[in-house]
């Protein structure tokens, strides 16, 4: 564990510059069911990715929900359909936001200091009163934020899914991984609030692509 850093207030502490990037990813390793990212101004580091994924990967299959907000216009990584799920998540892009922001169930939030400086001090915040207000602000810019457009890929699965197939047969098909469907299907579910993929279908149904 990291030492604490300096005390600002109950439950709260400023974690320095330098210590940010390692107190997150060891936040992040104790996620249990949900992590939720905000990120006021994003940009893609392919090699950070690539060293993210395989946590990203543990976390996905322990069934961590990931959902992210980045603005409008941010890059994409450049990884398959199943990283993609990983790593971004149930995404939407919103034209600003306020702050970036991360809040791991629903317990612990870590957010910069200062918003105009991102790369700087962070506040590791456990207060559950100023987790929850953090976590209201997260749920306010999700809400009015539109979800993504289906992709090419996603649109053909739920067709595919509609006439019955399984993930193997939508596989074979499409010629992708069982792991790719089955990663775009969770992604769906989640990101339509669906329980299964009869409800899944059921939402998307009469839509017009």
Known sequence: MLAPGR???PQVR???SRLVAARGRELLSGAR?????MYAAMSVDEEAVRRALPAARERHLRGVLLR???????????????DLAVIDGDHRRAATLPTSLNIVDRRVALLPADPADPDGDHL???APALVAGLLAMFERHWTVAAPPELSARERAVVELLAEGCTDAVVARRL???ERTVTATVRVLLDRYGARSRFQLALA????TW
């Open 14 to 16: 400023r974690v320095p």
């Open 204 to 207: 998307l149904a009469g839509r």
């Open 124 to 126: 590791e915040v456990w």
């Open 175 to 177: 010629g992708v991984s």
């Open 7 to 9: 005390v600002e207030g």
């Open 68 to 82: 992210t907000l980045a603005p409008v216009g941010a890059a994409t990584p450049r990884v398959d359909a199943a």
């Open 33 to 37: 069911r949900e992590h939720l990212g």
